[in-house]
């Protein structure tokens, strides 16, 4: 794992690292409780853990869609998170404006896959310091993501991170080719599976995006199984009334179970 993952606790358990938590910020008492819980879990198995929390979703079906409680509001709850628990945290930016903003909050700046190509935002993202985690565009070949690396460095950072999140197929359906995990691997960066975002079902007629997050474990398990660097899962302890992207979430009480399945197939294939 890069040097700049190396300030996460439990980097040196040989383990996986994990980006888990909801999907959006919803407010302050459950993303503590999802947080707390998470935390215990990866502390008591050593596994490196990060925090997720979109503090606004930009890319909405329908216009009524949940956005967000705000975006300061939403920052200072991530910004919460990582000093109560001493945990860095991730979020989305959508914008150039959005990442300096972004930035004095969270430790790690996440650029959707749908933005993946836009220059300025990968760069405005550089220049904030922070690690960048890149999702890997469903249009994309992973070979293609070479590029978004590139350009991060070229503006002097780093620290980036690359993340799969599957490929369109078709109109709803998104397939996962593990032959991209290594092959990002090769630009020398760390690589993540997005287990529960490349399950989802978009474009249903009912403008919700659907899901199988029962096939969840499934991703998790053959991306560890091919050595991804990291996971990233959207966990909640009430999907069914998550106000963001409910059907592709793990339940919480799920989650425990899985990391420990997860655990031995690492220990197996090193």
Avoid: W
Wanted: hydrophobic letters at 40%; one cysteine or more; aromatic letters at 6%.
């Amino acid at each position: 794992m890069q040097n700049y993952l190396k300030n996460i606790k439990y980097t040196d358990s040989g383990n996986f690292f994990l980006m888990a938590g909801p999907c959006a910020i919803e407010g302050e008492e459950i993303a503590l409780r999802i947080a707390e819980r998470i935390v215990a879990l990866t502390s008591r198995l050593k596994i490196p853990y990060i925090f997720k929390g979109s503090y606004r979703k930009a890319n909405r079906s329908k216009g009524s869609s949940f956005t967000g409680i705000g975006d300061e509001k939403a920052l200072k709850i991530l910004e919460k998170v990582a000093r109560e628990f001493d945990v860095p945290t991730v979020t989305d930016i959508h914008e150039q404006a959005e990442a300096a903003m972004a930035a004095a909050y969270v430790d790690v700046l996440q650029i959707p896959a749908f933005l993946c190509r836009q220059t300025d935002l990968l760069i405005a993202a550089a220049e904030t310091g922070k690690v960048v985690n890149v999702k890997k565009g469903q249009f994309l070949s992973a070979g293609s993501m070479k590029f978004a690396v590139e350009k991060i460095q070229d503006a002097g950072n780093d620290k980036v991170i690359l993340t799969d999140r599957g490929n369109t197929f078709g109109y709803q359906d998104l397939i996962v080719d593990y032959r991209g995990l290594p092959e990002m691997q090769s630009f020398g960066v760390p690589v993540v599976m997005d287990c529960t975002h490349s399950l989802q079902q978009p474009n249903q007629s009912s403008g919700v995006t659907g899901g199988k997050p029962e096939l969840i474990g499934t991703i998790a398990k053959a991306a560890i199984a091919v050595g991804a660097d990291g996971l990233f899962i959207e966990t909640h302890p009430d999907p069914a009334n998550a106000k963001s992207d409910g059907a592709n979430m793990l339940h919480l009480d799920r989650l425990e179970d899985l990391l420990v399945k997860l655990i031995r197939i690492r220990e197996a294939v090193q």
